[in-house]
């Protein structure tokens, strides 16, 4: 079994930053893919941004040019900082990983809780 607790949510003025943390534990033999996304009220979960093993990002429109994603392999972490942060950025925000728990195994999708991040005067 495998978690993903995320933490660094919280409340913030329009302009200012945030960094976000997740760590994977558990059975982890490798982890591919990890991801932020974030669920506004009322709207669908959207993705943030995405990382590869090998470093390779992805991020939404939304996110370009304010947000970074990166990880820490050693540490089975991945991290959002978050700059410029904005009303519309309100949300859940979610981490999510693929994980490999042993050699030769099946590649599964994990979640995290979710952490609140408010933006907001």
């Known amino acids: 079994q495998v978690q993903l607790a995320e933490s660094g949510g919280g409340l913030v003025q329009p302009g200012g930053s945030l960094r976000l943390s997740c760590v994977a534990s558990?059975?982890?033999?490798?982890?591919?893919?990890m991801a932020w996304y974030r669920q506004a009220p009322g709207k669908q979960r959207e993705l943030v941004a995405d990382i590869s093993s090998g470093g390779r990002t992805n991020y939404a429109d939304s996110a370009k040019g304010r947000f970074t994603i990166s990880r820490d392999n050693a540490k089975n972490t991945v991290y959002l900082q978050m700059n410029s942060l904005k009303p519309e950025d309100t949300a859940v925000y979610y981490c999510y990983a693929v994980v490999l728990a042993y050699r030769g195994g099946i590649w599964y999708s994990y979640w995290g809780q979710g952490t609140q991040v408010t933006v907001s005067s």
């Open positions: 558990g059975s982890i033999f490798n982890i591919n893919t």
